[in-house]
T-cell receptor, first 113, second 118 residues
């Protein structure tokens, strides 16, 4: 059964710092991996999608990497801003018939001005 | 830009009542999903739906739950007799398809319906 873990559970950094969020998964049989942002009491905003055959994806200040063989992904945020404060969720797309997403518990990020 | 919409944004109901949560997926998408998130916990998969039938469901999705695509645009989740533990945020998602070769398609999420059972 696929298990997805994210560390750290919470992170507080000063504005401008570069930071790395980690995601690990137990079963390498995945279609893809998505990183989401969730603001308190709100929905899920998709940030990046990495296919299982890809090594990384970039969008603006965000860069996500994937090492499927070791079951790891990282989300790198450059030059963090207070507006980046949110919970970041990692979800792996199960390689079964429906590509259901299996989520981690998230990393709560606070960027201090 | 097309988006998934959900109504209502917040639903309060009494234990034992039936509720229907509504979703309008992106129009050219073929796969539809429901997920839920109990406060402070992980987002959990409930069910996936394709070609007017359930393609996969989780252990959570028992006989109290049902899904339907009553017309060409709506996708609904019904809980027959709500329990206190059904209180959660329910997310609908849609995807153009599941996969093409080794590539899995992105799922797009709605803003969620917060269900409170009292």
């Amino acid at each position: 059964k696929q298990e997805v873990t994210q560390i750290p559970a919470a992170l507080s950094v000063p504005e401008g710092e570069n930071l790395v969020l980690n995601c690990s998964f137990t079963d390498s049989a995945i279609y893809n991996l998505q990183w989401f942002r969730q603001d308190p009491g709100k929905g899920l905003t998709s940030l990046l999608l990495i296919q299982s055959s890809q090594r990384e994806q970039t969008s603006g200040r965000l860069n996500a990497s994937l090492d499927k063989s070791s079951g790891r992904s990282t989300l790198y945020i450059a030059a963090s801003q207070p507006g980046d404060s949110a919970t970041y969720l990692c979800a792996v797309g199960d390689s079964g018939a429906t590509n259901k997403l299996i989520f981690g518990t998230g990393t709560l990020l606070a960027v201090q001005p | 830009e097309p988006e998934v919409t959900q109504t209502p944004s917040h639903q309060v109901t009494q234990m034992g009542q039936e509720v229907i949560l509504r979703c309008v997926p992106i129009s050219n998408h073929l796969y539809f999903y429901w997920y839920r998130q109990i406060l402070g916990q992980k987002v959990e998969f409930l069910v996936s739906f394709y070609n007017n039938e359930i393609s996969e469901k989780s252990e959570i999705f028992d006989d109290q739950f049902s899904v339907e695509r009553p017309d060409g645009s709506n996708f609904t989740l019904k809980i027959r007799s709500t329990k206190l533990e059904d209180s959660a945020m329910y997310f609908c998602a849609s995807s153009r398809t599941v996969s093409k070769g080794i590539f899995g398609y992105e799922q797009y999420f709605g803003p969620g319906t917060r269900l409170t059972v009292t």
